[in-house]
C-alpha cells in the first residue's frame, strides 16, 4: 500500500489555521477583560447581535438562531428585565412585538466597543513597530478574504 505524502501547503494551512483559532481565542478573551460583557449568556449574546442590525420578532430571532419559539421567550424576558431590550406592536401586525435594543444598552455597546478598540491601538503601536503595523495591516485584508463569503 503506497504511503500517503502530505505536500507543504495543506500541511502549512493546517498550521496556520490552528494558529489562527487559537489566536482569535486568545484575542476575544483580551477583548472580553477589556469591557466585560456582564453574566450575558452565549444565546442573550446572539440575539444582541441580531437586533443590532434592526427590530425583529420573537419568532424571526427563533428563526436566525435555529431554535423554537417557545425557547427564545425566557431569552427575550432576561434581556427585557435587564433593560436591555424593548418591545413595540408591530406596525404591520399588531398581534406581534417588534423587539429592539434600548437606547441605554446601545449606549453600553458603543461604550464596550471604544474601550476595546483604544486597547487594541494602544497594543498595536506599542508592542509593534511600524513595519510590523504594516505586516498586520496585509493579514487584515487576507483575513477578510478569507471571511466574504
Not at 503506497?2 to 487559537?22: C, G, I, K, Q
Request: charged share 25%.
Amino acid at each position: 500500500m503506497p504511503s500517503e505524502t502530505h505536500s507543504p501547503a495543506p500541511l502549512l494551512a493546517s498550521r496556520v489555521a490552528h494558529d489562527l483559532r487559537a489566536n482569535f481565542r486568545a484575542l476575544k478573551r483580551r477583548f472580553r477583560e477589556q469591557a466585560p460583557a456582564g453574566e450575558l449568556t452565549p444565546a442573550q449574546i446572539a440575539v444582541i447581535s441580531r437586533l443590532e442590525c434592526g427590530p425583529g420578532t420573537a419568532s424571526a430571532l427563533a428563526r436566525a438562531e435555529g431554535m423554537r419559539p417557545q425557547s427564545m421567550g425566557p431569552i427575550i424576558a432576561a434581556l427585557d428585565a435587564a433593560g436591555v431590550i424593548q418591545g413595540k406592536p408591530d406596525p404591520a401586525d399588531g398581534r406581534q412585538t417588534l423587539l429592539s435594543l434600548t437606547d441605554a444598552y446601545r449606549e453600553q455597546l458603543n461604550a464596550r466597543r471604544e474601550a476595546r478598540q483604544d486597547w487594541l491601538e494602544r497594543t498595536i503601536v506599542t508592542r509593534l513597530t511600524p513595519e510590523e503595523q504594516q505586516v498586520l495591516a496585509q493579514a487584515n485584508e487576507l483575513l477578510r478574504r478569507i471571511v466574504a463569503p
